[in-house]
């Protein structure tokens, strides 16, 4: 089945302590990108990567690091989390950055950073 | 200003009535114009994807798309308890950058049988 897999789907965490969050997807997509999602604001991009070793800033990349050594995994990584990181993150997976191809997303990750 | 508006709802409607979602843009550069549903807990998942001005018919929903206004709708018939949902509209144009979605706010969608 094609998927976009995050982990883990709930996590509450202390200001300053880093973690990762891990996407993987299974249809060899070229085009991998994080979104959060808040209330009132819609989806924002946070980073994207076109491609192994091609990655660039979204809208709002404060505060974030993504890394993409294999085609299949982005992961997005929070060096020193604050309050106003608590969200919902999705990650998203194309064929290619040509918009005529479908994004599919990840179930989602729930983070509260307190 | 925000490059795409949309109402945020809450909507709720009885089971079988015909629903508008709307979204309005000022980027007259858009040219690709996507409507999403997500369900609880759930990721998105694409429902409709237009390229021109015009409507789009696939089963019970329709979407149209007004360039000239910079407006497009999402237009569901009959609608089931199984459309409850939040429905985001997104777009992009030929240029974009790397191929980024910009999203509507969503609009909250419950269908009472």
């Known amino acids: 089945e094609a998927q976009v897999t995050q982990n883990p789907r709930y996590l509450i965490t202390v200001t300053g302590k880093k973690l990762t969050v891990t996407c993987s997807q299974n249809m060899n997509h070229e085009y991998m990108s994080w979104y959060r999602q808040d209330p009132g604001l819609g989806l924002r991009q946070i980073y994207y990567?076109?491609?192994?070793?091609?990655?660039d800033k979204g809208d709002v990349p404060e505060g974030y690091k993504v890394s993409r050594k294999e085609k299949r995994n982005f992961p997005l990584i929070l060096e020193s989390p604050s309050p106003n990181q608590t969200s919902l993150y999705f990650c998203?997976?194309?064929?290619?950055?040509?918009?005529?191809?479908?994004?599919?997303f990840g179930q989602g990750t729930r983070l509260t950073v307190v | 200003q925000k490059e795409v508006e949309q109402d945020p709802g809450p909507l709720s409607v009885p089971e079988g009535a015909i629903v508008s979602l709307n979204c309005t843009y000022s980027?007259?550069?858009?040219?690709?114009f996507m409507w999403y549903r997500q369900y609880s807990r759930k990721g998105p998942e694409l429902l409709m994807y237009t390229y021109s001005s015009g409507n789009k018919e696939d089963g019970r929903f329709t979407a149209q798309v007004d360039k000239s206004s910079k407006y497009i709708s999402l237009f569901i018939r009959d609608s089931q308890p199984s459309d409850s949902a939040t429905y985001l509209c997104?777009?992009?144009?030929?240029?974009?950058?790397?191929?980024?979605?910009?999203f509507g706010q969503g609009t909250e969608l419950s269908v009472k049988p």
């Open positions: 980027n007259s550069a858009f040219q690709y």
């Open positions: 990567s076109m491609n192994v070793e091609v990655t």
């Open positions: 998203a997976s194309r064929m290619s950055e040509s918009m005529n191809t479908e994004a599919f």
């Open positions: 997104a777009m992009s144009g030929r240029y974009n950058q790397g191929g980024k979605l910009i």
